[in-house]
C-alpha cells in the first residue's frame, strides 16, 4: 500500500501561482512513476503530467505544458506540480497518484484524496 496526502491547494487570484506537494508513505515510492490529475465539476478526471522514479522523464498536457511543472524528491517521498500562470479554467480538484507509465499511457495504482485549487478572475 502506499497512501498519498495532497497539500497546497487553495484560492489564487488568476496570473498567481501555486505549488501543490504530494506526501507518500508507505511501500517504496521510488518504485513507482507519479502523476497529477484534476477533476473539475461536471467533467471527467484529466491527466496533467506524470513523472518517471528516477525524474528525468515528464510528460504534460497540451493545456498545461509551458505552465505547469512536475517534479519529485524521492528523498523525502514527495512529488510536487508548480503551477503558474495560473487561469480561471484551472479551477478543479487536484489528485496526486502512483503508478506506472508515461503520459497518456499512465496506470494510476493509487490515488490521494485531493486538494481543492480555486482560481478567481
Known amino acids: 500500500q502506499v497512501q498519498l496526502v495532497e497539500s497546497g491547494g487553495g484560492l489564487v487570484q488568476a496570473g498567481g501561482s501555486l505549488r501543490l506537494s504530494c506526501a507518500a508513505s508507505?511501500?517504496?515510492?521510488?518504485?513507482?512513476?507519479m502523476g497529477w490529475f484534476r477533476q473539475a465539476p461536471g467533467k471527467e478526471r484529466q491527466f496533467l503530467a506524470t513523472?518517471?522514479?528516477?525524474?528525468?522523464?515528464?510528460n504534460y498536457a497540451d493545456s498545461v505544458k509551458g505552465r505547469f511543472t512536475i517534479s519529485r524528491d524521492n528523498a523525502k517521498n514527495t512529488v510536487y506540480l508548480q503551477m503558474n500562470r495560473l487561469k480561471p479554467e484551472d479551477t478543479a480538484v487536484y489528485y496526486c497518484?502512483?503508478?506506472?507509465?508515461?503520459?497518456?499511457?499512465?496506470?494510476?495504482?493509487?490515488w490521494g484524496q485531493g486538494t481543492q485549487v480555486t482560481v478567481s478572475s
Open positions: 497518484s502512483a503508478g506506472s507509465g508515461d503520459g497518456l499511457w499512465f496506470s494510476a495504482t493509487y
Open positions: 508507505g511501500r517504496t515510492f521510488t518504485s513507482y512513476a
Open positions: 513523472i518517471t522514479w528516477s525524474g528525468p522523464s515528464t
